[in-house]
């Protein structure tokens, strides 16, 4: 008669589980400020510094270019410089998130981490 009800159980452990995640992701977004990551393009003539929310923190570009006057080259140079920087901020995302999720039974939380990693594999979109 009440076959369903053994899944309250689980419910109810879910529930906390996604509170103690709430509470992690404050902290760790507070952490991810405090991180940083570089990309450099052009052998290290342009830098950007990105921190691990991904916001642009500096950059750096070689004052000899400047003097070059090439501003082609710097355009070209700067986006892949923080294309670099925007990966390597990913990561430190995933491993903070990887490291507040490790050990819970989250329903479609591998699915998700997969997102962040950028692993769209198993999306038939990403094909």
């Known amino acids: ?3 369903g ?3 309250l ?3 109810g452990s ?3 589980q996604a509170q103690n995640i709430g509470s992690q992701m404050q902290g760790l977004s507070e952490q991810l400020k405090h991180q940083r990551a570089t ?4 052998g290290g003539l342009v830098e950007v510094e990105v921190n691990g929310l991904g916001e642009v923190i500096a950059c750096r570009i070689d004052p000899d270019l400047i003097a070059k006057g090439d501003g082609e ?7 892949a410089a923080f294309n670099q920087a925007h990966a390597k901020s990913k990561q430190l995302h995933a491993e903070a998130m990887k490291s507040i999720t490790e050990g819970m039974e989250l329903p479609g939380l591998d699915d998700v981490m997969a997102q962040i990693n ?7 979109a990403s094909r």
């Open 1 to 3: 008669m009440f076959k």
């Open 5 to 7: 009800l053994g899944q």
């Open 9 to 11: 159980a689980n419910l």
């Open 14 to 16: 879910l529930l906390k």
């Open 39 to 42: 990309g450099a393009a052009g």
């Open 73 to 79: 080259m710097i355009e070209d140079l700067l986006p």
């Open 118 to 124: 950028g692993d769209d594999s198993d999306n038939p």
